[in-house]
């Protein structure tokens, strides 16, 4: 007789949802990081000393950005550059362009930068940074003003053993390139590890652009094998196709899943009988969005409710709420983007039997590339595509299994598990370096 799949240890167990809340749900990116926190430290009993040096950041800075547009106008934006903690090393984060960039948003994000490198046990911790701009209205000439400006105003915290910015939300290899210049000219000498997620000629690394998705690809197989869940003929739904959705999107479709629906900014497609995910990809490429290409229209909200095995939200935070939580199908959500689960969904999502791979492990690939584009930087020695993908798949299933075991002694989900063992970790840094004076 065929021996029936073992559950694993951070596969909840279906239980009823608990009952909607009449208090509104507090959607702060930042507040929400720290309940996220909380539940970690209360596992590890941390003492209250302790709680509050890793519940703030380190560092904040706020910086004006003025810009000669085109039109020979200045227009002044605001960024913005968090270090959230240096107690394993540099810190380490993206930045994104966005016109919903917070400071808030920003310090929740370096905040799980340094949870997402614990996890994976590379010797950064967290940082990220941010300019409230909608960078679709701005020219390309416009773009490398605005981020040759903010470069040199934030140059003072960066530096390849100080703090190493990488790409986020609307940002790309050529703002890499960008940063990388303008910080070289401010050192008098080319600086190749201040920033990772470059082009290859300046020292990217192989590999770099898709690891994200990569991570995340392996991050629901193994989930996926511990459910006994056959990714071959499965079905998927992506929401968000930019860098890291559309190479998941491609993983999957490869490893023969269904992926039946995918969005971007402007709205959904959505297909039961399945996408053809390269012609998808050919229409964003040449007519800039998933809904010029064939298929049902659906909107991003509803392609969080399909009858899906697999779920991968790849877009931005907040988007699974107590609201719409309970109308949640999928077997397996893996949050390609950073924080898009509210503590109170994950409660919810739990309590209903999906498993939740978080932010802070599935979507560790790109940060775990950046570290070894970052080591062949510091070294000018590179790297094949195949011993990045090997030592990148390694690291993943690696902190999997760290994630799981650590869920499993807690009698937890993936989410508190992965916090448990990053916080333990940042913890154990912090008070072996001490207090200086």
Same mark, same amino acid.
Request: aromatic share 4%; charged share 30%; glycine share 6%.
């Given at each position: 007789m065929a021996r029936k799949p073992r559950r694993s240890p951070a596969t909840p167990k279906r239980k009823p949802?608990?009952?909607?809340?009449?208090?509104?749900?507090?959607?702060?990116?930042?507040?929400?990081?720290?309940?996220?926190?909380?539940? @970690? @430290? $209360?596992?590890? =009993? &941390?003492?209250? =000393? !302790?709680? $509050?040096?890793?519940?703030?950041?380190?560092?904040?800075?706020?910086?004006?950005?003025?810009?000669?547009?085109?039109?020979?106008?200045?227009?002044v934006f605001t960024g913005y550059r968090v270090q959230h903690s240096i107690a394993r090393g540099p810190s380490k984060g993206g930045i994104r362009y966005h016109p919903g960039v917070t400071l808030d948003e920003v310090k929740a994000l370096a905040m799980w930068m340094t949870w997402k490198c614990a996890v994976v046990n590379i010797p950064f911790g967290g940082a990220k940074g941010g300019i409230t701009v909608d960078p679709k209205k701005l020219s390309i000439a416009e773009n490398e003003r605005l981020t040759r400006r903010y470069t040199s105003e934030i140059a003072i915290v960066l530096g390849h053993d100080r703090d190493i910015p990488a790409p986020d939300v609307y940002t790309t290899p050529q703002h890499m390139a960008w940063i990388m210049d303008t910080f070289s000219m401010t050192q008098g000498y080319s600086t190749l590890g201040v920033v990772t997620g470059k082009p290859i000629p300046l020292g990217g690394s192989a590999g770099r652009n898709e690891a994200t998705a990569e991570g995340c690809f392996v991050s629901i197989d193994e989930a996926a094998k511990r459910m006994g869940l056959k990714l071959k003929g499965a079905t998927a739904a992506v929401q968000g196709y930019g860098n890291a959705g559309s190479f998941v999107?491609?993983? &999957?479709?490869?490893? =023969?899943?269904? !992926?039946?629906?995918?969005?971007?900014?402007?709205?959904?497609?959505? #297909?039961?009988?399945? &996408?053809?995910?390269?012609?998808?990809?050919?229409?964003? #490429?040449?007519?800039?969005?998933?809904?010029?290409?064939?298929?049902?229209?659906?909107?991003?909200? #509803?392609?969080?409710?399909l009858p899906v095995d697999i779920l991968v939200p790849a877009a931005l935070e907040g988007v699974i709420t107590r609201a719409n939580a309970p109308r949640v199908k999928a077997k397996i959500v893996a949050e390609a983007a950073n924080g898009p689960t509210t503590p109170d969904a994950d409660d919810i999502l739990r309590a209903n039997g999906s498993v939740v791979i978080p932010d802070i492990l599935a979507n560790a690939g790109g940060v775990t590339v950046s570290y070894f584009e970052w080591v062949q930087d510091l070294y000018s020695f590179f790297w094949d595509p195949d011993v990045v993908r090997s030592h990148l798949e390694r690291t993943i299933r690696r902190a999997y299994e760290d994630v799981a075991e650590t869920a499993r002694r807690h009698d937890t989900d993936l989410r508190t598990g992965a916090l448990i063992l990053a916080v333990g970790r940042v913890e154990e840094a912090t008070r072996i370096r001490g207090l200086f004076p």
């Open positions: 949802a608990p009952p909607p809340s009449a208090t509104p749900e507090n959607l702060n990116p930042f507040e929400f990081a720290q309940r996220q926190f909380d539940r @970690a @430290a $209360d596992h590890l =009993g &941390l003492d209250a =000393g !302790v709680r $509050d040096i890793l519940r703030s950041p380190k560092r904040q800075l706020t910086v004006s950005i003025p810009v000669r547009m085109d039109n020979k106008r200045i227009k999107a491609k993983f &999957l479709d490869e490893a =023969g899943v269904k !992926v039946v629906a995918v969005s971007d900014s402007r709205g959904g497609i959505y #297909d039961k009988k399945g &996408l053809r995910i390269d012609l998808v990809n050919a229409t964003k #490429d040449k007519k800039g969005s998933v809904t010029a290409s064939r298929g049902q229209k659906i909107s991003n909200e #509803d392609l969080l409710e």
